[in-house]
């Protein structure tokens, strides 16, 4: 079983601020939690092999291929407000 004191640190290091309700409920889930793993402790995985993921996926993205691009002219046109060949957009400190 979790104590308060090992509650309170793992909130600390959350930066969590927890009241004396929620440490005792988070006490008992933790608690839980570390028995659920003593369980898989127990099983046998010598014959299992290591695994990257749960599911076998394999890459789906497209192939990284050079292509044109849209040009500045096209890129420009649509823009509210524009300076040449440059966006003009709202500063970030503006008040």
Do not use: C, W
Request: aromatic share 6%.
């Amino acid at each position: 079983m979790i104590d308060d004191k090992e509650v309170m640190h793992i909130a600390n290091l959350a930066r969590l601020k927890i009241t004396d309700e929620e440490r005792e409920q988070f006490k008992v889930q933790l608690s839980n939690i570390l028995d659920y793993f003593q369980k898989l402790d127990e099983l046998d995985t010598s014959n299992v092999e290591p695994m990257k993921h749960v599911i076998d996926t394999q890459n789906v993205l497209r192939v990284d291929e050079h292509r044109p691009s849209v040009s500045q002219e096209d890129a420009l046109k649509n823009a509210p407000q524009q300076d040449g060949d440059h966006f003009i957009v709202p500063g970030v400190f503006d008040d």
